[in-house]
């Protein structure tokens, strides 16, 4: 899940950059790629209608591997970069299948306790995603570039499609290996009550999806808390490593691609797969009710430590890369709670994975928009003033947090 959605939203905006866009239109173009997984909730009974739940991810995972190989052979073509947004934005709407497939599979195959145990381990697969591709995959770009095909790195351009097309051509091998390895071993997700068999029934289930949704107690306030819970997230997702590659004169702390994967694929990947398993232990043992706060203070406060880089641009990889790692540990530990607060307080009800998925549209409604807008906006404000307001914008996730409603038993004590 992770892999398709980082390389398509976040690691696209790297390689936009490396083609030569400023920083307004990297980030926007990336993230008119989460609109599919903003806009899920519309085809999430379409999930429930046909098969099993492992199905469909095995559906997408193969139409993912396929499309990753065809848009690394229509970034060869003339206008290449034009032809390869229309095949990721097209691959944006299987990764939003995929999403919401497996958390189905999740949800429905797992009682509400076994989903707190696990949660931890849930986090850290997902965040080993973003930490493989923004790390790894971005560290290989560079080095392909420079060293395998002897272009200079310094220099923006079209030069850095060749290294690009081998990216795209491993993560179609990685997805496609996946899919034959969930094939044996997945299960298949429980059907849920109702459950569709046409695509008139389909529409009245999302028909009533959404009614049996706005029904829910203090809905308003649940809506609020997953569209804002990681608001400052957002903003700080595409600029961050912008910043680290953006020459010092710009603002930025002058990195390479193959630094900049090292750093977050490195320190980064040890500190989120450790704050993970850390935050997933410390809610299964005080419950999400006593720690959800303090959980939003770890996702958020951290990014001080962006504002500090930029203030100073220190040219030392150790501090550099201790302020990446205590960011990661810090939002591997704060993102456990999301997660099960949608589960176990958002999502129960009469379609559990529909409503899941409403959730996690919400969140990526945020991350859409925020991205589209935090390009711009960096280069109006600069990288200081930009970071101070990423600190202003984790206000209103304090405010969600503090407010948010608990009315399902916590199961997760």
Same mark, same amino acid.
């Given at each position: 899940?992770?892999?398709?959605?980082?390389?398509?939203?976040?690691?696209?905006?790297?390689?936009?950059?490396?083609?030569?866009?400023?920083?307004?239109?990297?980030?926007?173009?990336?993230?008119?790629?989460?609109?599919?997984?903003?806009?899920?909730?519309?085809?999430?009974?379409?999930?429930?209608?046909?098969?099993?739940?492992?199905?469909?991810?095995?559906?997408?995972?193969?139409?993912?591997?396929?499309?990753?190989?065809?848009?690394?052979?229509?970034?060869?073509?003339?206008?290449?970069?034009?032809?390869?947004?229309?095949?990721?934005?097209?691959?944006?709407?299987?990764?939003?299948?995929?999403?919401?497939?497996?958390?189905?599979?999740?949800?429905?195959?797992?009682?509400?306790?076994?989903?707190?145990?696990?949660?931890?381990?849930?986090?850290?697969?997902?965040?080993?995603?973003?930490?493989?591709?923004?790390?790894?995959?971005?560290?290989?770009?560079?080095?392909?570039?420079?060293?395998?095909?002897?272009?200079?790195?310094?220099?923006?351009?079209?030069?850095?499609?060749?290294?690009?097309?081998?990216?795209?051509?491993?993560?179609?091998?990685?997805?496609?290996?996946?899919?034959?390895?969930?094939?044996?071993?997945?299960?298949?997700?429980?059907?849920?009550?109702?459950?569709?068999?046409?695509?008139?029934?389909?529409?009245?289930?999302?028909?009533?999806?959404?009614?049996?949704?706005?029904?829910?107690?203090?809905?308003?306030?649940?809506?609020?808390?997953?569209?804002?819970?990681?608001?400052?997230?957002?903003?700080?997702?595409?600029?961050?490593?912008?910043?680290?590659?953006?020459?010092?004169?710009?603002?930025?702390?002058?990195?390479?691609?193959? %630094? $900049?994967?090292? !750093? #977050?694929?490195?320190?980064? &990947?040890?500190?989120?797969?450790? *704050?993970?398993?850390?935050?997933? +232990? @410390?809610?299964?043992?005080?419950?999400?009710?006593?720690?959800?706060?303090?959980?939003?203070?770890?996702?958020?406060?951290?990014?001080?430590?962006? %504002? $500090?880089?930029? !203030? #100073?641009?220190?040219?030392? &990889?150790?501090?550099?890369?201790? *302020?990446?790692?205590?960011?990661? +540990? @810090?939002?591997?530990?704060?993102?456990?709670?999301?997660?099960?607060?949608?589960?176990?307080?958002?999502?129960?009800?009469?379609?559990?994975?529909?409503?899941?998925?409403?959730?996690?549209?919400?969140?990526? &409604?945020?991350?859409?928009?925020? *991205?589209?807008?935090?390009?711009?906006?960096?280069?109006?404000?600069?990288?200081?003033?930009?970071?101070?307001?990423?600190?202003?914008?984790?206000?209103?996730?304090?405010?969600?947090?503090?407010?948010?409603?608990?009315?399902?038993?916590?199961?997760?004590?």
């Amino acid at each position: 899940m992770a892999l398709t959605y980082v390389t398509l939203t976040s690691v696209s905006a790297i390689m936009f950059k490396n083609l030569g866009m400023d920083n307004g239109q990297a980030a926007a173009y990336a993230s008119y790629l989460i609109l599919a997984y903003t806009i899920k909730p519309l085809f999430a009974p379409l999930v429930e209608m046909y098969r099993s739940k492992k199905f469909f991810v095995l559906c997408a995972q193969i139409t993912l591997g396929l499309g990753f190989a065809l848009g690394a052979l229509m970034l060869a073509l003339p206008n290449g970069v034009a032809l390869l947004m229309i095949v990721f934005w097209l691959l944006s709407f299987v990764g939003a299948t995929q999403d919401i497939a497996c958390d189905g599979v999740y949800v429905t195959s797992l009682d509400h306790k076994t989903q707190s145990l696990y949660c931890g381990i849930q986090s850290l697969s997902w965040n080993i995603g973003p930490i493989v591709a923004s790390g790894g995959l971005v560290y290989l770009s560079g080095w392909l570039h420079s060293t395998y095909f002897h272009h200079d790195a310094t220099v923006f351009g079209p030069d850095w499609m060749d290294a690009w097309r081998v990216i795209f051509y491993i993560v179609a091998a990685v997805t496609l290996v996946m899919s034959v390895w969930h094939w044996r071993v997945m299960p298949d997700g429980a059907r849920v009550e109702n459950a569709p068999t046409s695509i008139a029934a389909t529409w009245f289930i999302l028909k009533d999806s959404f009614v049996t949704f706005f029904q829910k107690r203090d809905v308003w306030m649940m809506v609020a808390f997953a569209f804002l819970f990681r608001l400052s997230i957002g903003f700080l997702e595409k600029i961050g490593p912008f910043f680290m590659v953006d020459p010092l004169t710009q603002g930025g702390l002058g990195l390479s691609n193959e %630094l $900049l994967g090292i !750093i #977050y694929g490195t320190y980064g &990947l040890i500190a989120v797969l450790l *704050g993970s398993l850390a935050g997933g +232990f @410390f809610v299964a043992r005080r419950g999400l009710k006593a720690t959800l706060f303090l959980l939003c203070c770890a996702v958020n406060i951290p990014n001080i430590t962006f %504002l $500090l880089l930029s !203030i #100073y641009q220190p040219h030392n &990889l150790l501090v550099i890369s201790a *302020g990446v790692a205590i960011e990661k +540990f @810090f939002f591997g530990f704060g993102s456990v709670g999301f997660m099960i607060y949608l589960m176990q307080q958002l999502a129960p009800g009469k379609y559990t994975t529909t409503h899941y998925a409403f959730g996690t549209g919400l969140m990526g &409604l945020c991350m859409m928009v925020t *991205g589209v807008i935090s390009g711009h906006l960096q280069q109006l404000l600069g990288y200081v003033n930009y970071f101070t307001f990423v600190m202003a914008a984790t206000i209103p996730s304090f405010l969600v947090t503090w407010f948010a409603p608990f009315h399902q038993r916590d199961q997760s004590e």
